[in-house]
Nanobody, 121 residues
Framework: QVQLVESGGGSVQAGGSLIPSCVASGSIFRVNAIGWYRQAPGNQRELVAYITSGGSTNYADSVKGRFTISRDNAKNTVYLQMNSLKPEDTAVYIC???????????????WGQGTQVTVSS
């Protein structure tokens, strides 16, 4: 059984910061690339940022310069440092990853439950 568990969302004023985290647990041999997505009511889910196993990162234009993705491989954890938050950043933030299980099989897409981020004007 493999899970991604997210935490660290919350409510902040515009211009504030949050650092959600996503922890992979279970019979995991290796966590490969990890991405953060977000989805607001009425909007499609969008990729916000991702980080490869080698540490390369990429960001959506809407968050570039404000958000920073990082990972701690020893803890199977990824973080999303969100600065200068705007009301339009309000959404559920969900992590996704590819995994190699301890039995050798690959899980191409594992999703977390999401954490709510609310930014007020």
């Amino acid at each position: 059984q493999v899970q991604l568990v997210e935490s660290g969302g919350g409510s902040v004023q515009a211009g504030g910061s949050l650092i959600p985290s996503c922890v992979a647990s279970g019979s995991i041999f290796r966590v490969n690339a990890i991405g953060w997505y977000r989805q607001a009511p009425g909007n499609q889910r969008e990729l916000v940022a991702y980080i490869t196993s080698g540490g390369s990162t990429n960001y959506a234009d809407s968050v570039k310069g404000r958000f920073t993705i990082s990972r701690d491989n020893a803890k199977n954890t990824v973080y999303l440092q969100m600065n200068s938050l705007k009301p339009e950043d309000t959404a559920v933030y969900i992590c996704n990853t590819n995994l190699r299980l301890s039995n050798g099989t690959l899980r191409s897409s594992v999703w977390g439950q999401g954490t709510q981020v609310t930014v007020s004007s």
